[in-house]
Nanobody, 129 residues
């Protein structure tokens, strides 16, 4: 079992930036993919971005492409989400997720929340004008 803990959420004005972190503890395997999802009030959980174990491969939702960057530092067992040019519609609880069930990383596969076995508790991001 892997434990995931998010941090870095907060309140920011439109156009501002935030960096979220997700620290993993426990036993992660060499094919441990990770991702970010978000959920706004009254809406379903939405895919944001995912990253392969090596960090070489990433895949992001169209809504955040060019504004958000996913990365990871395996030496620190931590994944990041750099969020720039934030908009009001980015307001949500952001969750990190992880999974090692697939031997091959696929952005499409890991864009689905059903592909993940491990989840953090979430961190609130609020963007206001």
């Amino acid at each position: 079992q892997v434990q995931l803990v998010e941090s870095g959420g907060g309140s920011v004005q439109t156009g501002g930036s935030l960096r979220l972190s997700c620290a993993a503890s426990g036993r992660t395997s060499s094919n441990y993919a990770m991702g970010w999802f978000r959920q706004a009030p009254g809406k379903e959980r939405e895919f944001v971005a995912t990253i392969s174990w090596s960090g070489v491969y990433t895949y992001a939702a169209d809504a955040v492409k060019g504004r958000f960057t996913i990365s990871r530092d395996n030496a620190k067992n931590t994944m990041y989400l750099q969020m720039n040019s934030l908009k009001a519609e980015d307001t949500a609880v952001y969750y990190c997720a992880g999974d090692s069930s697939s031997p091959i990383w696929s952005g499409i596969y890991y864009s689905s929340h059903t592909s993940y076995s491990d989840w953090g508790q979430g961190t609130q991001v609020t963007v206001s004008s």
